[in-house]
C-alpha cells in the first residue's frame, strides 16, 4: 500500500471520529439546511482524506519525520477546514447575505468543530510520522529517503 493511500485512510479515520464527536450540533446545521444528518459526519473525513492524499503525495521522500508530517497534517486540517465551511455556506446560506452567513458559519464550525479535527488531524500526522520514520514492511515507499536520526 502506498504511504499516501495509508495517510488518507488514518486522515479519514480519524476525521470522522472527530466530526462524530460533535454530531448533536452537525445534526442541528444539517436540519436547518434540509440534509441528512450522516452527510455532515462523513463530508469532513472524505475531504480530510481528500487533502491527505494530496498532501502526502511522494511522502516517502520529502517526509523525514515526525515534525514536518505535523505540519502537513496541519495544513490538511486548515483545507479541510475550509472546504467545510465552504461545503455548510453553500447548504445553508441564502443568497442575499452570504458574506455576513459564511462568516459565521466559519465562526461557528471553528469554535465547534475546530478542537475534535485539530487533534484528529494531530493523531493522524503522528501515526503517519511514525511509520514513515520507521518504515514498516506492509508499505510501499517507492524512492530513496533520507533518514534523521
Known sequence: MPVAVFAMLVFG?????????????????????????????????????????????????????????????LMVALFTWLAVVTYVSALWCPGYRVLSCVRDVALVTAVIGGGPLMLAVLIGGTIVGIVLKRRVDWLSYGGSRKIVE
Open 13 to 73: 479515520i480519524c476525521s470522522s471520529l472527530a466530526a462524530g464527536a460533535v454530531e448533536a450540533v452537525m445534526r442541528n446545521f444539517a436540519g436547518e439546511a434540509g440534509v441528512p444528518p450522516w452527510v455532515f459526519i462523513i463530508v469532513p473525513g472524505l475531504f480530510a482524506m481528500l487533502f491527505a492524499l494530496l498532501g502526502y503525495r511522494n511522502a516517502s521522500t520529502h517526509i523525514a519525520g515526525i515534525k514536518q508530517s505535523l505540519s502537513r497534517a
